[in-house]
C-alpha cells in the first residue's frame, strides 16, 4: 500500500502475480486471505476493491453496446456475495489482456482515487468502477476491471435505433421537472423540437460531465459515441471508464515550468472539446453516422477550412434538393442559426479559440427558450448573418421580405468587427458566392429575349497577388445557360458557358459617409431612397436599441475601399450556337440585364462594409449591397 497525496492507494506493477498487498492500518485496509482491498478517502468516501472470480455469477451473453478493443475481453456478471455491498448488483467485467490495456485498467482506479472526493458528482456522470479482479496465472498475471453497468446500449447504439427518439425520451422520462433543465416547458410536439430538445438534455449532461473531469485536472482523451451510455436509474450520461484520461500537469501543479502547464492544459481540453464537437455533429445529423459521409465531414476539417463554413458545405452533401426538409439543418438553424456557432466554436481550427464547457453551456443553443441569456456581439453578429442568408434561400416576391433583408445588411455593417484593410488582406482571399444583391434585377418570366439564358451559381474569387503589397486580383465567374427552343419555361437544357471578369484592386482604408437631409436634418440617408426614414425608425425600436452600440447614429463608417485597374472579360461556350438569332453579343447582353451590374462591371465595387470568415458585403458605386457567402466547391 503506498500513499499518494497524503491518501492510500494500491500501487500495482504488470505483473500482479508477484506484487503482494500488505496490511496497512490507516486509511486503507486488507482482508486476512489478501482478497479484498478497500481504500477509504478521506474526504467523500470511496471504495476499490479487490475481488475474485468466485465472487460473480457470469452470464450468458453480453449487451452490443459494451463491445471492447481487441485487447479486452468483456462480460456481464452479478455479484453473489452476501458481504459485498454490491451484492445482487449487476456489473461488467472487463478482461484486459496486453500489458497497454491493464495499464489502461490500472490508470482508471488511479482516476477514480482523484475524482471520488466530489462523489455525487462522480455517481451521476461517470462510469463507476469498483474494483478489480487480479489472479496468477502461468508466468504473467490477468487483470480484469470490473465497472457498473449502465443499460444495453452506447449513445451510439442509441441514435442507430429507427425508433430511437421516442424510445429515448421514455427512458430519459421526460416530464416537466426533467425538461425544464433545459428551458422548456413542453413535453411532445415536432419531430423538430423533440430532437432539439434530447440533444439540450444530453449535451447539457456531457458537458456537465466533462467539466467535472477538467475541474479536477484531467482529460477524458477518448470521449466518443462508443465510450458514452446512458442510465436509466439516473438518467444521466456517463462519459464512460477512464483509463486513457489525461493530467493537466506532467510533474503536479505545482511545478516551475508553468507555462508548458498551461500550454498543456488548453491543448488537452481543446482535444475534448472537438470531441464533443464531432459528438454533437453526430446526434443532430444523423447523416454523420454513415463512415464515408463523416470523412467528408472530418476530412472538411483537417484540410483547414473554417468551421463557421459547415452549413455551405454540408447543404450540397445532405440535402441539395430540399435544405428545409433536413431535420438536423432546421435544428441547427433555429434561433438564428445558434447551433452552428456551437457547432463551430467547440471545432474551431486554433486549439486557443475553441470554446469552454462553461461558456457552452451557457451558450444559447442549449438554453431553452425560457433561460434568459445575454447574448455577446459575436453572436448577434452570427445571427444577423445567419438570418439574412436564410431569407435569401426564399424566393423573394414581396417588397416587405426585401426591405427586411435590406434592414439586417446595415445592421452588419454597423456591427463590423474588422473595418482596417488589414484585416480584410487576411479575410478576403477565397471564393465568394453572391447570394442578394438590393439592386433589382429582371429575369425572363415577363420578357421574350432574343437569347434565353439561365443564369446559375456567380461567384467571385479573391486572391492575393503578393503579401508585400495591397493589391487583390478579383474574378467574377458567371455560369450560364442558354436554352434552346421555346418550351424553356420547361426544358432547361441547352448549351453550358461561363463568363469571367478580371480585374486588379488596391485595398485602402476609407469611410462611408451618411449625408443627413436638408429638409429633415434629425434622420440619416441610408444610401436606398426608399428605406432613409423607415430603418432609421427600425433601429430606433426598442428591439434593435440594446443591440446597436451607438447612443447616436453615427455620420459615417469605416470601410475597405477598393480601387479597380483594368478589367478583362472573356466568355466560353460548350458548344456551337445553332441558332441564327443568338450571338455572342446577345448572350453577354442578356447576362448584363439579369446579373448585378457589379459582377459584370467589378470597375462598380467602390468599398467592403461587412466581413467575416462566412460572410461579405460589398457595396457598389450606385449604393446596392452584395451579399456574399464563403464557398467551399
Not at 443499460?151 to 430511437?164: A, E, K, M, T, V
Request: with cysteine.
Amino acid at each position: 500500500m503506498a500513499a499518494i497525496n497524503g491518501v492510500g492507494f494500491c500501487s500495482f506493477s504488470d505483473n500482479l502475480s508477484k506484487k503482494k498487498l500488505i496490511k496497512r492500518r490507516g486509511n486503507g485496509s486488507v482482508d486476512g486471505d489478501g482478497r479484498r482491498c478497500v481504500i477509504k478517502e478521506e474526504e467523500g468516501g470511496g471504495d476499490v476493491m479487490r475481488f475474485k472470480m468466485s465472487d460473480f455469477k457470469v452470464l450468458d451473453r453480453v449487451s452490443i453496446g459494451l463491445g471492447g478493443r481487441a485487447d479486452e475481453v468483456v462480460f456481464e456478471a452479478i455479484v453473489k456475495d452476501s458481504n459485498s455491498p454490491l451484492n445482487n448488483i449487476k456489473v461488467v467485467l472487463r478482461k484486459l489482456i496486453s500489458t497497454q490495456a491493464k495499464r489502461r485498467g490500472m490508470r482508471a482506479i488511479e482516476v477514480l482515487k482523484k475524482l471520488v472526493r466530489r462523489k455525487l458528482m462522480y455517481h451521476s456522470y461517470s462510469m463507476q468502477v469498483y474494483g478489480y479482479i487480479s489472479s496468477p496465472t502461468s508466468g504473467r498475471g490477468s487483470f480484469t476491471l470490473v465497472h457498473g453497468y449502465h443499460g444495453s446500449f452506447s449513445l451510439r447504439h442509441w441514435l442507430q435505433q429507427s425508433d430511437w427518439l421516442p424510445v429515448l425520451e421514455a427512458t430519459l422520462a421526460l416530464d416537466e421537472e426533467s425538461v425544464r433543465r433545459v428551458g422548456d416547458d413542453t413535453v411532445g410536439g415536432p419531430a423538430v423540437s423533440r430532437q432539439l430538445r434530447i440533444t439540450r438534455i444530453l449535451m447539457r449532461d456531457l458537458l456537465i460531465g466533462v467539466n467535472y473531469l477538467h475541474s479536477h485536472g484531467l482529460a477524458h482523451t477518448e470521449l466518443r459515441l462508443e465510450n458514452v451510455h446512458i442510465s436509466p436509474v439516473d438518467r444521466h450520461i456517463k462519459v464512460g471508464i477512464l483509463g486513457n484520461a489525461a493530467d493537466f500537469y506532467e510533474d503536479g501543479p505545482n511545478s516551475s515550468t508553468l507555462d508548458n502547464n498551461m500550454d498543456r492544459r488548453q491543448m488537452m481540453i481543446a482535444f475534448d472539446m472537438r470531441c464533443l464537437g464531432f459528438m454533437m455533429a453526430k446526434m443532430v445529423l444523423r447523416e454523420l453516422m454513415d463512415p464515408l459521409i463523416f470523412m467528408k465531414f472530418k476530412s472538411f476539417l483537417m484540410k483547414g477550412n473554417d468551421p463557421s463554413c459547415l452549413r455551405e458545405f454540408l447543404l450540397q452533401i445532405l440535402c441539395s434538393n430540399s435544405p428545409s426538409g433536413n431535420v438536423g439543418l432546421q435544428i441547427l438553424d433555429r434561433n438564428w442559426g445558434a447551433g452552428w456557432n456551437l457547432l463551430s466554436l467547440l471545432l474551431a481550427t486554433k486549439p486557443s479559440k475553441r470554446i469552454s464547457c462553461l461558456d457552452a453551456l451557457r451558450h444559447p443553443f442549449l438554453c431553452g427558450p425560457r433561460w434568459r441569456v445575454a447574448p455577446s456581439m459575436d453572436i448577434i453578429r452570427w445571427g444577423l448573418g445567419s438570418t439574412a442568408v436564410r431569407i435569401t434561400e426564399e424566393y423573394i416576391y414581396k417588397q416587405p421580405q426585401r426591405n427586411r433583408l435590406s434592414y439586417f445588411i446595415e445592421l452588419m455593417e454597423m456591427l463590423n468587427a474588422h473595418s482596417r484593410p488589414k484585416n480584410w488582406l487576411e479575410l478576403l482571399p477565397g471564393k465568394w458566392r453572391l447570394l442578394y444583391c438590393t439592386g433589382r434585377q429582371i429575369g425572363l418570366t415577363l420578357r421574350q429575349p432574343t437569347a434565353r439564358v439561365l443564369i446559375g451559381d456567380v461567384y467571385l474569387t479573391i486572391n492575393r497577388a503578393s503579401k508585400l503589397n495591397t493589391s487583390l486580383s478579383f474574378t467574377s465567374d458567371i455560369g450560364f445557360t442558354v436554352m434552346n427552343g421555346r418550351d424553356w419555361p420547361h426544358d432547361k437544357t441547352g448549351i453550358t458557358g461561363k463568363l469571367e471578369v478580371n480585374s486588379l484592386f488596391w485595398l485602402t482604408s476609407g469611410r462611408r459617409l451618411y449625408l443627413k437631409e436638408e429638409k429633415t436634418s434629425e434622420k440619416l440617408s441610408f444610401g436606398q431612397p426608399d428605406n432613409q426614414d423607415s430603418l432609421a425608425q427600425k433601429l430606433s425600436a426598442k428591439k434593435w436599441r440594446k443591440l446597436v452600440p451607438y447612443k447616436e447614429f453615427p455620420s459615417s463608417l469605416p470601410v475597405a475601399k477598393l480601387v479597380s485597374g483594368d478589367i478583362e472579360v472573356t466568355m466560353r461556350l460548350g458548344d456551337n450556337l445553332n441558332h441564327n438569332d443568338v450571338t455572342p453579343s446577345s448572350i453577354v447582353q442578356e447576362i448584363r440585364v439579369q446579373v448585378p451590374p457589379e459582377m459584370f462591371d467589378l470597375s462598380r465595387l467602390v468599398c467592403g462594409t461587412y466581413v467575416d470568415s462566412r460572410l461579405l458585403v460589398l457595396r457598389g458605386v450606385n449604393g446596392s449591397a452584395l451579399l456574399f457567402t464563403r464557398s467551399m466547391c
